[in-house]
């Protein structure tokens, strides 16, 4: 995956990025639940100067556990969560991987915020666990 598109699910905002991911983590944290509505969060790891933009998103601020903020980024029109921008690391976004154009090389190398994974979330792979996040 070398160049990553993607765009919200009614297409008024859209982005690519000429990177390699730098990472691609699943997060259990429950902020990440409750913005994706679902049990985790699948997140592509990008230097943030390597996305262009196209349209406008909205901001939502929230508190980490650990007192830095999280920036969480969606389109103003239909609601699609597609970025977080972290306050402790401006130089990494993390783009949600269900709004990538296409899916097929995403793969996960690790499962962050486990202490809080959904008691029925049982996933294959042989990967990473850790209880919150990496130091």
């Known amino acids: 995956m070398s160049k990553i598109e993607g765009h919200c699910l009614c297409g008024a905002v859209s982005y690519a990025a000429?990177?390699?991911?730098?990472?691609?983590?699943?997060?259990?944290?429950?902020?990440?639940?409750?913005?994706?509505?679902?049990?985790?969060?699948?997140?592509?790891?990008?230097?943030?100067?390597?996305?262009?933009?196209?349209?406008?998103?909205?901001?939502f601020t929230d508190a980490a556990d650990s007192g830095n903020t999280v920036a969480r980024q969606f389109c103003p029109t239909c609601g699609s969560p597609l970025f977080s921008r972290l306050s402790a690391n401006p130089a990494i976004t993390v783009i949600k991987a269900g709004t990538l154009d296409d899916t097929s090389a995403v793969q996960p190398g690790a499962q962050l915020w486990c202490d809080s994974r959904q008691a029925w979330v049982r996933l294959e792979g042989d990967m990473p666990e850790m209880a919150k996040n990496p130091a």
Do not use: W, Y
Not at 30 to 59: E, L
């Open 18 to 59: 000429e990177a390699q991911p730098m990472a691609t983590l699943i997060c259990h944290c429950r902020n990440c639940q409750r913005q994706s509505g679902s049990a985790f969060s699948v997140n592509v790891v990008v230097p943030t100067d390597s996305i262009v933009t196209q349209g406008t998103v909205k901001t």
